[in-house]
């Protein structure tokens, strides 16, 4: 079976939470903006 190809945003309010909780779990070093690693070229 085909897929059909969807485009999704990819948002920073969406990203952030995620590497908040990454921080207070120590699965990261510092807090960083969403938007630092999102790529340009990601639909927006």
Known sequence: MVLPAFEKKILESDLQPMIDVS??????EKKFPAKDVISKYAVA
Do not use: A, F, M, P
């Open 23 to 28: 921080l207070r779990y120590k699965l990261i």
